[in-house]
């Protein structure tokens, strides 16, 4: 499928929603961490490799690994916002994706309607980023650095 | 860990970064390989030892450089198909009291403090609210701003909530090799 994802909720049996929950936690740093998480959920190593491998194939998982704070070593985190013209709309996302600091984009119902969150290797690549696509699309882009974040555990029960 | 001392360890990380460190980031940011042993595999392709790997992995999670390991789901496939950005412009002096109430809420998935951009963007938190239904979003942000009005009276002036109606793209961090 495109790289369009999934809109609606798509059906997992019982066995894919305790294996995304349990992989929402902390993944074992083992030689064996699928064996070990089989351990944990009473499942055989090689059947959670096939399903994590299914989950991420039909794109119910977007992704599985390490997730990186950049900003821990100098690099930067930060959200975007635009006001695109509706009849530009898919232009102005295809200009605006094209960009490998663009880690993602939602379209929102606002009039600001494209949220999209900048990832650098150094903080001045955001301003960078943020001055290529308004060359690009003729737009302004919002820039909403983080100021302060509030600790939150992040976990969406499956 | 202190606060200085995590602060040290930050600005030291950012001043010297491990070499090995992002050579780990730039093999794994789209994603660990899916095999018994991930780490060997990943050692095997930086040509180190699995252990340095481990050793490496292990300190990169107690600087806060890795969040965490694991599974993003895409909300909307497992069921979470509205997906509410709660704004509200929150007086300066309650902001950060009210910020660290809301990221307590079960609903509330991330929470930050971020700029306004007057005229056109009055709202200083930004709260991300994921449910099975806009009702059920609506419901719960209408649920937290009653809480927020007692708890810290007339410190919201202003609210609103924009939800998603398409991914765009959602691929995350990608540094360049």
Known sequence: MSPVEHQQAVVLDPTDRRLINALQGDFPLT???FADL?????LDESEIIERLQRLLDTRVLTRFGPMFQIERVGGAFCLAAMEVPEERFDEVAGAVNALAEVAHNYRREHALNMWFV?????PDGIAAAAGAIEQATGLAVLLFPKECEYFVEMKLEA | MSI???????????DTPDPLARR???ATQSGLPLVADPWGALAHELGVPGETVLATVADM????????????????AIGFTANGMS?????DDAVDAVGRFLAGMKSVTHCYRRPRRLPQWPYNLFA??????????DDEIAALAQVIETRFPAACRSRDVLYSSRILKKTGLRIAP
């Open chain 1, 38 to 42: 089989a351990n944990a959920l009473g």
């Open chain 2, 128 to 137: 991300m609210v994921h449910g099975r239904s806009r009702t059920e979003v």
């Open chain 2, 24 to 26: 780990i980031i730039v």
């Open chain 1, 118 to 122: 900048l990832a650098t290797e150094h």
């Open chain 2, 4 to 14: 200085e001392a995590s602060e040290a360890g930050l600005q030291s990380a950012a």
């Open chain 1, 31 to 33: 030689r064996a961490p």
């Open chain 2, 61 to 76: 999670l107690a600087r806060g450089v890795i969040r965490r390991i694991g599974a993003v789901p895409n909300h909307y």
């Open chain 2, 87 to 91: 704004v509200w412009d929150i007086d």
